[in-house]
């Protein structure tokens, strides 16, 4: 059995004797006493525990990436380089970040402000913040409770691209391990295989194996619920998982590519998946959250399957006699089951681009803008030729047991005149069409009420633009220009 091992702070660390389950955050506080990084909500909302990663996997070349510590197995940090606030300092010296932060008096009580100079130091290093509102996504998962946000603001702008000369950005040219291992510990295997076919052989001896990469979701289970899981096998290692490829007219976004590429790669291609993706969740988590992840995990409120429904992707499964392809709308059975059979895994996802003449766009209604889970979210598409519908893809999540497209209310639409009276017969569809549950995020009538109006707004919103995108600061979900 391998060791964990994994450069911190300078430092090499060698890991024998800890529960592939703890997180880094327990990790760094407890076995190592780097208590700079903070525990606060312990599920990716904060921003406290922020770490730093190079990602020698990244699109453009080796990049670093402010992660949730809370969200990540120590196992998963094996083959990495990391760095902790404690580890910014050179020869006594302030990062430029650090010393922005104390210039513009951006830290008053100090308990968030590790984590927003780590959420800083990988926006210094970024190449690609060319818009005010890419400093805002960089910043959103940071939670100052002292509302301190105009000098952070302030800190971050500053700071934002400088890559400074220095150690880290040389370890930018670092070579990358093999991170590939095996590792014991506590009554529990954790897997982290290289290749497919080694995959495939851990699969095949391990039954209680569970699949797992970006733990942004399963990393709740540890993390709230306590489940010291039997047997652990990580997809992110594989490097065929983690490509991204754009040929003849079709995307194929491989099951591990985190979200904040997907999202860099896609803004002018496929701008309905960039819009639902804007806010997704936050930096920290998109830089760990996969397609893969976000799909298997089958949640009635996920918000990329209903962008993906209507784009009509398809998902390409894999097992050991090969692969097989699923269209999405065929892949969620029922509540969080998949059409995974036993062996498989979810290796990437097919997306055709959006005709020309498409009228495409993505909403996601929630009680606040940043940071949270939908009520109802929607991916909504129709093709019109000379004036009629020709197609249709209305796909909705958080109004059934799983994400669903509504086929009623498309059917009202094929063949009829792209017009508002055919969008309000559509719209009496969708009252009959789900039946939605109720909860704190919402009442079944203003789910089903929800999804109506953004129905409605969609046909206003795509009068004159079919493919919209988000403003920099838009405040409401459906945009339209005055006398649309």
């Not at 080796?62 to 510590?69: A, D, G, L, Q, T």
Request: aromatic content about 6%.
């Amino acid at each position: 059995m391998d060791p964990i091992t994994f450069n911190l702070d300078g430092e090499q660390v060698v890991i024998t004797d800890h529960s592939p389950t703890t997180t880094a955050l327990q990790w760094l506080r407890g076995a190592q006493r780097k208590t700079g990084t903070k525990e606060g909500c312990a599920e990716g909302d904060c921003g406290a525990c922020t770490i730093a990663i190079l990602d020698h996997d990244a699109h453009g070349g080796p990049s670093w990436r402010s992660i949730n510590s809370c969200l990540v197995l120590v196992p998963m940090l094996h083959g990495r380089t990391v760095v902790t606030v404690e580890g910014l300092k050179t020869d006594g010296e302030l990062h430029p970040v650090q010393d922005a932060m104390v210039r513009h008096m951006g830290s008053q009580c100090g308990y968030c402000t590790p984590g927003v100079v780590m959420t800083m130091f990988e926006g210094c290093y970024r190449k690609d913040l060319d818009a005010d509102w890419k400093v805002d996504d960089q910043m959103c998962g940071t939670l100052c409770r002292c509302t301190g946000y105009r000098p952070i603001r302030d800190a971050a702008l500053e700071t934002k691209g400088l890559r400074p000369d220095d150690r880290f950005a040389a370890l930018e040219f670092s070579s990358p391990v093999p991170r590939d291992l095996t590792y014991v510990a506590a009554g529990q295997r954790y897997f982290q295989p290289s290749s497919t076919a080694a995959l495939f052989d851990v699969l095949a001896t391990n039954e209680d194996a569970r699949i797992v990469c970006g733990m942004t979701d399963l990393g709740l289970d540890v993390t709230k619920k306590h489940v010291a899981f039997p047997c652990l096998v990580s997809l992110e290692a594989i490097p065929e998982l983690r490509q991204m490829t754009h040929t003849d007219g079709v995307w194929r976004i491989g099951a591990t590519v985190p979200l904040s590429e997907v999202e860099d790669r896609v803004q002018d291609g496929l701008i309905p998946l960039a819009r639902m993706l804007r806010y997704f969740g936050a930096r920290q988590i998109k830089n760990r959250a996969t397609v893969g992840g976000n799909l298997c995990t089958a949640s009635p409120i996920g918000d990329l399957a209903p962008a993906l429904l209507a784009l009509g992707a398809t998902v390409v499964v894999l097992g050991a006699e090969g692969e097989r392809r699923v269209p999405l709308s065929e892949f969620f059975l029922e509540y969080r089951k998949t059409a995974l059979q036993p062996g498989e895994i979810l290796a990437a996802v097919e997306v055709p681009d959006v005709p020309a003449g498409a009228r495409c766009a993505t909403y996601k209604v929630s009680k606040r803008r940043e940071l949270d889970i939908s009520a109802v979210s929607a991916g909504l598409y129709v093709m019109v030729d000379d004036g009629t519908v020709t197609e249709a893809r209305l796909a909705f999540g958080g109004m059934a047991a799983t994400p669903a497209r509504a086929t009623s209310a498309e059917q009202a639409m094929v063949g009829q005149p792209w017009t508002h009276d055919t969008v309000e017969a559509a719209v009496a569809c969708l009252a009959t069409e789900f039946t939605p549950f109720s909860d704190h995020r919402g009442t079944a009538w203003y789910r089903t009420t929800v999804a109506q109006n953004l129905l409605r707004g969609f046909y206003e919103e795509t009068h004159t633009v079919r493919q919209p995108s988000l403003a920099y600061r838009h405040t409401g979900t459906v945009l339209t220009e005055a006398g649309a």
